[in-house]
């Protein structure tokens, strides 16, 4: 990676992002030793600093960083910086303060990471900013795709439910295509971007015209507080649209992948019985997430000392 | 002490009388002649005009000063040093405080801190108690205080019937009602102009139509009450369409539009610099293109600042965060001159008598420059190149987005009645 930050996937390119694929291969392959730890990142410092919730990502952040054998460090705040005291810019420079290699950002507004990218020396990855991008889903769901398609050129991705409001969304679109992938979305028009002009994608309001097509199905988290934003009536209706209900998913091809960023809302999104068939690979997603991690930290802090081949040094 | 005087020297004076060579003595806070080859008495002052335009000083319908309650981003004194820095001789302060300029006290109070001022500081008033939008602010007894605009800036009037008698109310008095149009129902949560950059940049925007709605209700509200109203900051093609098409019409409405959607597109939020977040929002092309042809159709009347100063550690916040603002005081006759494609003229009837006009001013300021006329004058070299600097400002803060920006076109000297506040750029005091 020539960028010293991750913002955005878009900062990455088709290069940057086979590039991290690659690495991710071999920490795989350590994450699968007995003892899955590695001492390239030894004496380094990566903070996590999320202004919102998020044990997943946090804690994937986290576990790659350590099998890296980098130290850790952990900044949840849950309050908002307006009413904390603290503005976003005095926690920065406090961290920074600290001496800090990278600092892995989760927050609920976007563009936080780009900010923060201006206050400190450090590496800056975003772990989701807003409704903007979430860089490292988008990376571990090409990894998830790829582990079952050989590329991702010419596949038909479908990406299903509330785009309006997900990061994974925007950051997926922008890699998958990237990628050379043909991106679908499907939602209601409440739950699309006001604009999609400039995005490489086709739009449709037809789950069921898309189905049997798809390569995957991405279904996107629906949240709770939609309905009453009058952007849907019920999640009953949504279902019946926009659900992968088990008659729906017998309209895939055998080979179709079923992918989730999770958490689930079982029997909203997707039925019960769906998530447990073979092409659901969304557990898959979750394990794929330590690796690509640990390969993006590690392109960003060791970036020099990878080997001639480009492969890390993983003694 | 007899006043010795001052001699504007080797400019050309632009009023709207039109356009004449001309050097102009000054005495007792008067122009007292306008003629070629005035000598100075070895006691007046000289101030070189020299391939410069004598003009009437400017008038900004539109400026937070911040003071009573925000003095940490500007004061009545710190907005009046910037405004005659960017040649203005008067400016109407925005009731936005805290607390607001809702009765006659706080007028008193805001006039009074204006008094010694290198400005000329009028205060707009606001329409409704506290700008809640709920019950009617005591109107006449701030327009027996010579208060002529009243506006809820910040938000608009959102209720249609509570319009619609302050509209009756205003009309009797003679004053002018000035909206803030913008439904906040159709804008809620947005922090940005709603369409493909809100879209990419994940920032919950708030469409056009949020603002149109309003200025589309204020102009059927015109209509049946006969009232006067003036928009404030219009910024998209369809506010321009229907104020063109009222005016057409007949209806007794005037529009002003800030020199940041003349400049800045939606496009410049990309990089998240809260420096970029307004309200109205930054639009897209095709909106800033309307802007510029309703200020040279006439459609527009005036060009006001918005000035919106604010501390730096208000905007050190996510964008979502940030409160909407920028600078403008210092700014806006350069951008006007480097961005319109209009004559001095023409920028100075925009930016000078129009807005006197819509203000209540006509006679103090907003010339024209003749014998007997207030001495509140600015003299403008309108070829000028300079690079925007935030911190050599006068305003309080720093939060212009054009730091770095070449323009054309600079102040030289500011005339407050007859007292050169300005020389050369600098402040005199």
Request: charged residues 20%; proline residues 5%.
């Amino acid at each position: 990676m020539t960028n010293p930050n991750l913002l955005s996937v878009a900062d990455l390119g088709a290069d940057g992002i086979e590039e991290v694929l690659r690495v991710t291969d071999s920490f795989v392959e350590v994450s699968a030793r007995a003892i899955p730890r590695v001492p390239a990142l030894r004496g380094r410092t990566v903070v996590s600093l999320f202004y919102e919730c998020s044990t997943r990502t946090r804690l994937s952040f986290e576990t790659a960083a350590r099998r890296l054998s980098a130290d850790t460090m952990n900044f949840t705040i849950t309050t908002s910086s307006t009413t904390k005291g603290e503005s976003l810019r005095d926690t920065v420079e406090t961290i920074d303060a600290m001496g800090i290699d990278a600092v892995v950002v989760r927050h609920s507004a976007a563009g936080v990471p780009w900010q923060i990218a201006g206050w400190t020396e450090a590496s800056v990855i975003n772990a989701g900013d807003g409704w903007h991008e979430h860089p490292t889903q988008a990376l571990l769901d090409c990894y998830t795709i790829r582990r079952h398609r050989k590329t991702l050129e010419g596949l038909r991705i479908v990406v299903v439910g509330d785009v309006k409001h997900s990061r994974v969304a925007r950051s997926g679109v922008l890699a998958f295509t990237a990628l050379g992938a043909e991106v679908t979305l499907v939602a209601p028009r409440t739950l699309l971007p006001p604009s999609t002009e400039g995005w490489p994608v086709e739009v449709s309001h037809d789950l069921d015209a898309v189905l049997p097509k798809a390569d995957v199905v991405y279904l996107l988290r629906l949240q709770n507080e939609r309905m009453s934003e009058a952007l849907i009536p019920t999640l009953r209706e949504y279902t019946s649209g926009y659900g992968l209900t088990r008659r729906r998913a017998a309209l895939l091809q055998d080979d179709a992948l079923v992918m989730h960023p999770g958490p689930i809302n079982r029997g909203v999104e997707v039925a019960a019985e769906v998530t447990d068939l073979p092409r659901s690979v969304i557990t898959q997603q979750v394990a794929n997430g330590v690796a690509v991690r640990m390969a993006v930290l590690y392109l960003l802090l060791a970036g020099g000392a990878a080997s001639e081949s480009g492969e890390p040094a993983l003694a | 002490m007899p006043d010795a005087g001052v001699v504007i020297r080797g400019g050309t004076v632009i009023d709207e009388l039109g356009a004449r060579r001309a050097d102009v003595l000054i005495r007792d806070a008067h122009v007292v002649a306008v003629a070629n080859g005035i000598e100075e008495t070895s006691a007046s002052r000289v101030l070189d005009a020299g391939g410069c335009a004598v003009a009437p000083g400017l008038v900004d319908l539109h400026a937070h000063l911040r003071e009573p309650g925000r003095e940490e981003a500007e004061t009545v004194w710190s907005g009046a040093r910037s405004a005659a820095v960017g040649g203005y001789t008067a400016v109407v302060a925005m009731p936005n405080t805290d607390p607001a300029i809702d009765s006659a006290a706080v007028v008193r109070h805001v006039l009074g801190l204006g008094a010694m001022a290198v400005c000329d500081v009028r205060v707009a008033g606001a329409i409704t108690v506290g700008r809640a939008g709920e019950r009617l602010a005591p109107l006449a007894e701030m327009a027996a205080l010579g208060v002529r605009l009243f506006t809820d800036d910040g938000s608009g009037v959102q209720d249609a019937r509570l319009m619609r008698r302050a509209l009756e109310y205003a009309s009797d008095l003679g004053v002018v009602l000035a909206q803030h149009c913008e439904d906040d129902a159709l804008a809620a949560g947005g922090h940005m102009h709603e369409g493909e950059w809100s879209s990419r940049l994940g920032i919950p925007g708030a469409p056009a139509e949020a603002e149109e709605v309003m200025v589309a209700r204020d102009l059927a509200l015109a209509r049946l009450t006969s009232a006067r109203i003036h928009f404030l900051h219009l910024s998209t093609a369809g506010s321009l369409s229907l104020v063109g098409a009222a005016k057409s019409e007949g209806l007794p409405v005037s529009g002003e539009v800030a020199p940041h959607h003349f400049t800045l597109t939606d496009a410049d939020v990309a990089g998240y610099d809260t420096r970029f977040k307004v309200n109205p929002p930054l639009r897209p092309r095709s909106d800033v293109e309307a802007v510029k042809e309703g200020l040279r159709s006439g459609v527009v009347d005036a060009i006001a600042t918005d000035h919106a100063p604010h501390a730096l550690e208000a905007k050190e916040v996510p964008f979502a965060e940030a409160p909407p603002g920028m600078l403008g005081l210092e700014t806006a006759l350069a951008l006007a001159l480097t961005e319109l494609d209009l004559a001095l003229d023409r920028i100075l009837a925009l930016m000078s008598w129009q807005p006197a006009r819509i203000a209540g001013l006509t006679g103090e300021h907003g010339g024209p420059v003749t014998e007997g006329g207030p001495a509140n004058l600015c003299v403008i070299d309108p070829e000028a190149r300079w690079v925007v600097e935030p911190t050599r400002m006068a305003s309080l803060s720093r939060n212009t987005p054009y730091g770095g920006r070449k323009v054309t076109g600079r102040v030289r000297h500011t005339v407050l009645r007859g007292e050169p506040v300005v020389i050369d750029g600098e402040l005199q005091r």
